[in-house]
Every structure is written in structure tokens, then in C-alpha cells.
């Protein structure tokens, strides 16, 4: 048995029906009441009473971010949900089967600057300090998008937050920051003098990054 979820519901069945056997109380009084979830996960959790789970979750947030029937703040609401939940490492590394990385990238051409902001933003938590999602995330071709908003874009937030995706992205990972230097105008760096390991150059590449939005005028 190699799911981990059935595994969890295995061991906790067993233990409950252990200690119902232990627990004085559960024989003298049935109508006490015990936390029969405890010791479970929310996934786990929902695998047992039918409840959504992380990946339906992340599915019905990039729905709502898609429709065309969803308004502005609703659709803003459900990038927070997902930014949340793609926090755990499992759930970014699920995006790619549930094929949630391709319209998580077009958002980046989203009119509306918040959703390039928030788009960015997910995109940087899933690739932070996660080789198999930084994979993903280059070879789906993210980086020229990330690099001419974060040169370009007339809202400082979603400047802001495809910078910090860059640099999420291309810290420890090779072959994106030389995706990434391709894409960048030559003052940022030589190709060739530059190494993925190398904080102090990637760090002098986001600063200069950085300062391009920091006298922009604030605009949402």
C-alpha cells in the first residue's frame, strides 16, 4: 500500500479502535463524545468524509481566476487561496498534472495589474527553493514573460512581484538565470561570469531590478 492517504487512514483506524477498546469511558458512557480526527491532516481528513481536497481546491481557484464570469474581487480572493495552498511543496509540485501551470502563466497578460501581480506572486511561491517546480516553470517559458514585466509593466506591484518571482526562480537553478540573462539587457550581467550559486551576483541582478520600480508612481 503505497498512498500515503490510505496509510494514514489504516493507522488511524487502528489506533481508534484501540483505544476505544482502552477507554473506560467510551464502554460506560456511549453517547461520550471523542475527537475521532485527531491525529489526521485536513487532507486525510477530507479523503475520509468526502470534503474537498487540496487539489480540488487548487482547481476550483484557478476556475474562478479564468471566468469570465467571476468578478474583479472574487477572482482576487481566489489567487490568495491558491497562493495559500501552493505554499505546501506537494501541492506546487502538483500543479504540472493538474495542468494548472499554463493558465497560472497566462495571467501574466492579464489588463487587469493586480491579477499580473498576483499571478507573479504564485508563480514565486511555487518555484521558491523547489527544483522540480523552477523546472516547470522554464520550460513552460515563464521567464521572458517574468523578465519584460518586471522591465516593463506600468503597475509597481506587479513589477514587484515578477522580480520577486525571478529571483525565486533563477537562485540555485542553472539553466533558468541563463534563461533569465538572455532575456535581460546586457547591464545586468554577463552570461558568463555569472554562476546560479553565486548570491552576491544574483542578488546585484535583483537590486538593479528593484530600483526600475522603485521611483515608479504607485499604480494599481
Known amino acids: 500500500m503505497n ?29 461520550a463524545e471523542r475527537d475521532g480526527s485527531q491525529g489526521l491532516d485536513q487532507e486525510t481528513i477530507a479523503a475520509l468524509f468526502g470534503g474537498p481536497s487540496d487539489a480540488d ?21 481566489a489567487f490568495d487561496n491558491f497562493e495559500q495552498l501552493i505554499e505546501n511543496l506537494d501541492n506546487a509540485n502538483n500543479m504540472q498534472p493538474l495542468c ?20 507573479a506572486w504564485c508563480i514565486a511561491t511555487a518555484v521558491q527553493n523547489n527544483e522540480k517546480s523552477q523546472e516547470r516553470c522554464l520550460a513552460i517559458g515563464a521567464i521572458p514573460r517574468l523578465v519584460q514585466m518586471a522591465l516593463h509593466d506600468d503597475v509597481q506591484q506587479a513589477r514587484k512581484k515578477a522580480v520577486f518571482a525571478l529571483s525565486s526562480e533563477i537562485r540555485n537553478y542553472p539553466p533558468a538565470l ?37 521611483t515608479m508612481e504607485v499604480k494599481s
Not at 57 to 77: E, T, Y
Not at 181 to 197: C, M, N, R, T, W
Open 3 to 31: 498512498d500515503p492517504k490510505l496509510n494514514s487512514l489504516l493507522k488511524w483506524g487502528i489506533r481508534n479502535s484501540e483505544n476505544a477498546r482502552e477507554d473506560p469511558t467510551s464502554q460506560s458512557d456511549p453517547k
Open 57 to 77: 481546491r487548487m482547481k476550483d481557484a484557478m476556475a474562478a481566476i479564468i471566468s469570465p464570469q467571476v468578478d474583479l474581487d472574487n477572482k482576487l480572493i
Open 100 to 119: 494548472l501551470w499554463m493558465p497560472l502563466v497566462d495571467q501574466l497578460d492579464n489588463p487587469e495589474g493586480r491579477l499580473r501581480a498576483m499571478a
Open 178 to 214: 541563463s534563461a533569465a540573462i538572455q532575456e535581460l539587457p546586457q547591464e545586468y550581467g554577463d552570461q558568463s561570469k555569472i554562476e546560479a550559486g553565486d548570491m552576491d551576483a544574483i542578488d546585484n541582478i535583483i537590486g538593479k531590478l528593484r530600483e526600475s520600480y522603485s
